[in-house]
């Protein structure tokens, strides 16, 4: 299907503003053109709307093309701009795997999407046969968590090839938060082969960047034109864009962050396995373990008093007794796994 008709109709039709700095490409001196105070260099400037170094960086160490990036206030920005862009308000649905990333389900609510959550399989598998029967034609998206949040389990990509192949009404987003931690590939390169894909990353979790709030979406040229379009015109502030271009001079410190955080959630696994409290610890392809214990409340309310925080997970579908819990430094790990043996005995 072509993508106009699959926007929402006024936005197919939407004219976006252009800010002045969009209507002059050149050289010049003086910008009497924004309003902008001439003191107080460099915050006196709105910043680039596109951020073009950052995007050439970014599209350099991903291996795609710049005009395929798109860059926003964390994913929570790329996944509320796939509703306002894809979802007619009181019309149209989502479907999602369940369960999953809880932001999925606050921006259909805020955008009033009807989301239809559909559980996941045993091991938390997807299958995609049961999210394609959850589809009809007012269905616009289908996400896939890939590592999953709360999980912690990476998609298959032939899982998610199959809703590539047969989801053609509207857009496959693959979030992949955690895919720096991930043993299974990323679904990155698809985007040339398929024009509804699109790829969610961030900087908040293994880039070490949750406080710069940048996300990336990756897709098509002509989706990330309309991603383009329908953004705040200078979503990303300057220094965010200044502190990222800093962390990309040298992305080996990542893969070094990467490394050790992989060590230590093995080794974190080992140790909890030993306790008596603990049923069950899931595989994980993320920097966090979903853990299940006796008494997920009680375990929860005792570290909590000792000021260690982990996440709750008891109420959600499929995780009754779990705890999510990410992975830290190897004294922060070791202090968790020594508050639950006081918890135990
Ligand atoms: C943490 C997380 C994000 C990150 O969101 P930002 O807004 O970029 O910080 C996105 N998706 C999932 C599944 C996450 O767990």
Redesign the pocket.
């Known amino acids: 299907m072509e993508l106009n008709q699959k926007l929402r109709k006024n936005i197919a039709s939407l004219a976006p503003y252009s800010c002045a700095r969009n209507e002059f490409s050149g050289e010049a001196s003086v910008w009497l053109d924004a309003n902008e105070n001439p003191y107080n260099e460099p915050y006196n400037r709105y910043p680039d709307p596109l951020q073009f170094s950052l995007k050439q960086r970014v599209a350099e160490l991903k291996g795609v093309p710049a005009d395929c990036v798109f860059f ?8 509320d701009l796939a509703f306002r862009i894809f979802c007619e308000p009181g019309r149209d649905n989502v479907v999602a795997m369940e369960p ?2 809880g ?1 999925y389900k606050v921006c259909a609510d805020i955008n009033d999407v009807a989301y239809r959550p559909v559980p996941l399989g045993a091991g938390f598998q997807v299958s995609h046969k049961a999210l394609l029967d959850a589809v009809d034609g007012h269905t616009k998206l289908i996400f896939i ?1 890939s590592p ?2 709360p999980t912690g389990n990476a998609v298959p990509v032939g899982e998610i090839e199959s809703l590539l192949e047969s989801f053609t009404q509207g857009m496959v987003i693959v ?1 992949e ?2 895919i720096d931690f991930s043993s299974q590939p990323s679904v990155l390169p698809l985007i040339e082969k398929y024009d509804n894909l699109l790829v ?1 990353q ?4 293994a880039w070490g960047c ?1 406080a710069l ?3 990336m979406a990756f897709a098509r040229k002509e989706v990330i034109d309309v991603y383009n379009k329908v953004k705040y015109p200078y979503n990303v502030n300057l220094l965010t864009q200044q502190k990222a271009l800093e962390l990309l001079e040298n992305p080996s410190r990542v893969h070094d962050w990467v490394k050790i955080l992989l060590c230590e959630r093995e080794r974190l696994r080992e140790n909890l396995a030993s306790l008596k409290i603990v049923c069950e610890i899931y595989h994980s392809d993320a920097n966090f373990l979903l853990v299940r214990v006796d008494d997920a409340d009680a375990t929860y309310n005792y570290l909590m008093r000792d000021g260690i925080i982990v996440r709750n997970r008891n109420k959600v579908s499929l995780c009754a007794g779990c705890l999510r819990i990410t992975v830290g430094t190897p004294s922060e790990n070791d202090a968790l796994v020594d508050a639950l043996k006081c918890f135990e005995s």
């Open positions: 926003g206030n964390g994913s929570d920005e790329s996944i999953t990333y932001m968590c999953n949040n979030d938060a955690y969610f961030t900087f908040s979790k949750a709030r940048l996300g």
